[in-house]
């Protein structure tokens, strides 16, 4: 049985730095790839940062680029984000996922994904 556990988030201050971690079971954790999603109150859940199984390429959505780094450790399970330079607009549940697929453009749709996380509360304050 597939399971994903986010972990690491938290309520920060703008301009600080966080590291969400995501541990994995029960799949090949090597040959999914990794996204993370966020869904802030109100709003839809959106992509946020990927890295393909393929061959490590990241993704990362034009809100987070420059200021967050996603990785992947395949011999501990776990996929990184470190965000950095936190904006009260980072406020949401984050959300990891596992997808089959490893196109970058695929990687940006949440409905490529099989796997979901029951996601993880960040909250920036100004």
């Known amino acids: ?6 972990s690491g988030g938290g309520l920060v201050q703008a301009g600080d730095s966080l590291r969400l971690s995501c541990a994995a079971s029960g799949f090949t954790f090597s040959t999914y790839s990794m ?3 966020r869904q ?10 990927a890295i393909s199984w393929h061959d490590g390429s990241t993704y990362y959505a034009s809100a987070v680029e420059g200021r967050s780094t996603t ?6 399970n776990t996929v990184y984000l470190q965000m950095n330079n936190l904006k009260p ?7 990891c996922a596992a ?6 453009p695929v990687l940006r749709k949440s409905t490529n ?5 029951q996601g993880i509360q960040v909250t920036v304050s100004s």
Do not use: M
Not at 1 to 6: N, P
């Open 71 to 76: 990785s992947r450790d395949n011999g501990k």
């Open 35 to 37: 996204g993370w999603f």
């Open 1 to 6: 049985q597939a399971q994903l556990v986010e």
């Open 40 to 49: 802030a109150p109100g709003e839809e859940r959106e992509f946020v940062a």
């Open 99 to 104: 997808s089959n697929r490893f196109l970058g």
């Open 113 to 117: 994904y099989k796997y979901w996380g």
């Open 89 to 95: 607009e980072d406020t949401a549940i984050y959300y």
